[in-house]
């Protein structure tokens, strides 16, 4: 019912950016807040950065100053611009959206898109 399409993964060196792009479509409801987490081996999936449909930004604390997202409404598609990157930066980045159908909240989850930061 929620397709998310993830782009823009691969290998930079540290101090180098990436650009990721998550394309959301649904036949049901309507998506709400788009973001991004990411998940390094061993560790705990975190937040990295969520954008309402009005426009809200979240940051983790990690990325903030450094990555900026921003949404295209008209496509239901987010980017992420992840400027400085650090060799922490690496990890499989997932794009999840939030749909609301009849009055209930769904959660949603893209396969993921690697980014490693080599030092």
């Known amino acids: 019912q929620v397709q998310l399409v993830e782009s823009g993964g691969g290998l930079v060196q540290a101090g180098g950016s990436l650009r990721l792009s998550c394309a959301a479509s649904?036949?049901?409801?309507?998506?709400?807040?788009i973001g991004w987490y990411r998940q390094a081996p061993g560790k705990q999936r975190e937040l990295v950065a969520t954008?309402?449909?009005?426009?809200?930004?979240n940051y983790g604390d990690s990325v903030k100053d450094r990555f900026t997202i921003s949404r295209d409404n008209a496509k239901n598609t987010v980017y992420l611009e992840m400027n400085r990157l650090k060799p922490e930066d690496t990890a499989v980045y997932y794009c999840?959206?939030?749909?609301?159908?009849?009055?209930?909240?769904?959660?949603?989850w893209g396969r993921g898109t690697q980014v490693t930061v080599s030092s």
């Open positions: 649904t036949s049901s409801g309507v998506i709400r807040a």
């Open positions: 954008i309402s449909s009005v426009g809200v930004t």
């Open positions: 999840n959206a939030d749909r609301i159908s009849r009055g209930i909240n769904y959660d949603h």
